[in-house]
């Protein structure tokens, strides 16, 4: 007995062989050389700025701005802060990302579907779109909007009238602007409660329709909701919102509110772009569902728009989700091409900054970590959908 153990002590495997140890070891040296690494950069970093006599921090942020931002969605002067100027840009940034997913989304699926359709009209216009946006650079597709359409718009005499008491011309889109007054706080909680009930009545909706097959009018009943509860509101609390029409002057439109055209050229042309990337993803996904399923809804006497609604798109989303996400990451990154054009972004604000300032490093950290936030804020939002919508067995 003891001549086995010993003989297996002699033949005990040494630790450096060990598959474990050996994971442990080089992780450990990847992450130590890794932190050599950043650590040589950043004291390299900082010898060259002392040498060249030039500060480091964030204090800059609390300086004077001393230029004026055209386009802004908060209050600004030039005489506010830099970090307030920082601020403007990363309002217009989200501004003009959240619309152009909005949009994209919406026409990407539009254009996937229609890519798919019987009707061969439809099919080819969908692919001639597809094929000639994301085949040209989004730094084209935005000057082609700013240069190509909005520029040649008529001027403000000759404006273009459209409903509603709109405007449309070289200066950018004029249309009428409320004007909220005492007591109109009704109105608003009026909607919320809307969009409360409306969330209450689909949850309960699909509740039902997956315990006993029925369908209940989801949208109808969210769509009288959210406009008969605020216009509710607005009659009980005595009408306290009006409305300011834009007037058309000898050189100017005074009154209302206007989008300019860096925005409107910046929005289409974000949206478009990506559109058409996401109606490939969308036709993706629907390809990806298996026939049976087209097969089954038409055996059920179902038609061809609730088949698709209800049982395809459904299952599709599963395949979309995903790349749709990167999509929204690259249409956010793409606006910071808004520079060509004179947008005052993010990116453009704090270009401004560094050339005035000089702070080229913390200007940088600062586009990163606002960008970074924001793609990870994105995907953890995107995430958190996708498993909504996954498919789970029953």
């Given at each position: 007995m003891s001549e086995h153990v010993i003989r297996e002590e002699s033949v005990r495997v040494?630790?450096?062989?060990?598959?474990?140890?050996?994971?442990?070891?080089?992780?450990?040296?990847?992450?130590?050389?890794?932190?050599?690494?950043?650590?040589?950069?950043?004291?390299?970093?900082?010898?060259?700025?002392?040498?060249?006599?030039?500060?480091?921090?964030?204090a800059f942020l609390r300086g004077r701005a001393g230029f004026d931002i055209s386009d802004r969605l908060i209050d600004y002067t030039s005489d506010s802060s830099y970090g307030r100027a920082l601020l403007v840009g990363i309002?217009?940034?989200l501004a003009v990302a959240a619309a152009g997913v909005v949009t994209a989304t919406i026409l990407g699926f539009l254009v996937g579907i229609g890519r798919l359709s019987n009707n061969w009209l439809i099919r080819k216009l969908a692919m001639v779109y597809v094929e000639v946006f994301r085949n040209i650079p989004p730094l084209l597709v935005i000057l082609f909007w700013y240069q190509g359409v909005l520029a040649v718009l008529p001027n403000v005499r000759d404006s273009l009238?459209?409903?509603?008491?709109?405007?449309?011309?070289?200066?950018?889109?004029?249309?009428?602007?409320l004007v909220w007054e005492p007591?109109?706080?009704?109105?608003?909680?009026?909607?919320?409660?809307?969009?409360?009930?409306?969330?209450?009545?689909?949850?309960?909706?699909?509740?039902?329709?997956?315990?006993?097959?029925?369908?209940?009018?989801?949208?109808?009943?969210?769509?009288?909701?959210?406009?008969?509860?605020?216009?509710?509101?607005?009659?009980?609390?005595?009408m306290p919102v009006s409305v300011d029409?834009?007037?058309?002057?000898?050189f100017n439109l005074s009154g209302g509110t206007n989008i300019k055209p860096e925005f409107l050229s910046l929005y289409l042309a974000l949206s478009?772009?990506?559109?058409?990337?996401?109606?490939?993803?969308?036709r993706a996904g629907i390809m990806g569902v298996p026939k049976g399923q087209t097969e089954a809804y038409s055996a059920l006497g179902m038609n061809s728009n609730?088949?698709?609604?209800?049982?395809?798109?459904?299952?599709a989303m599963r395949i979309i989700i995903p790349p749709l996400t990167s999509q929204y990451l690259n249409l956010t990154k793409n606006s910071s091409l808004a520079v060509a054009i004179g947008y005052p972004d993010l990116y453009a604000v704090g270009g401004t900054i560094l050339n005035q300032t000089g702070q080229?490093?913390?200007?940088?950290?600062?586009?990163?970590?606002?960008?970074l936030s924001i793609s990870i804020l994105t995907s953890l939002f995107m995430n958190w959908f996708n498993t909504k919508m996954a498919l789970k067995e029953r």
């Open positions: 040494p630790l450096i062989y060990d598959p474990k140890v050996r994971s442990i070891f080089f992780q450990v040296f990847l992450v130590a050389l890794l932190a050599l690494g950043v650590w040589w950069i950043v004291d390299n970093t900082i010898e060259n700025l002392r040498r060249s006599n030039i500060s480091t921090g964030f309002a217009n940034t009238s459209l409903p509603v008491g709109s405007y449309l011309n070289n200066r950018g889109f004029y249309f009428p602007r007591g109109s706080g009704l109105i608003l909680a009026g909607f919320v409660g809307a969009l409360v009930l409306s969330w209450y009545v689909a949850r309960r909706a699909r509740a039902r329709q997956m315990a006993t097959g029925e369908r209940f009018p989801v949208f109808l009943t969210s769509l009288g909701l959210i406009v008969g509860l605020p216009l509710l509101a607005y009659f009980v609390s005595g029409y834009p007037q058309k002057g000898t478009f772009y990506t559109a058409s990337f996401i109606a490939e993803i969308v609730d088949g698709l609604r209800l049982v395809v798109i459904p299952q080229a490093i913390e200007v940088v950290v600062i586009f990163m970590t606002v960008y």
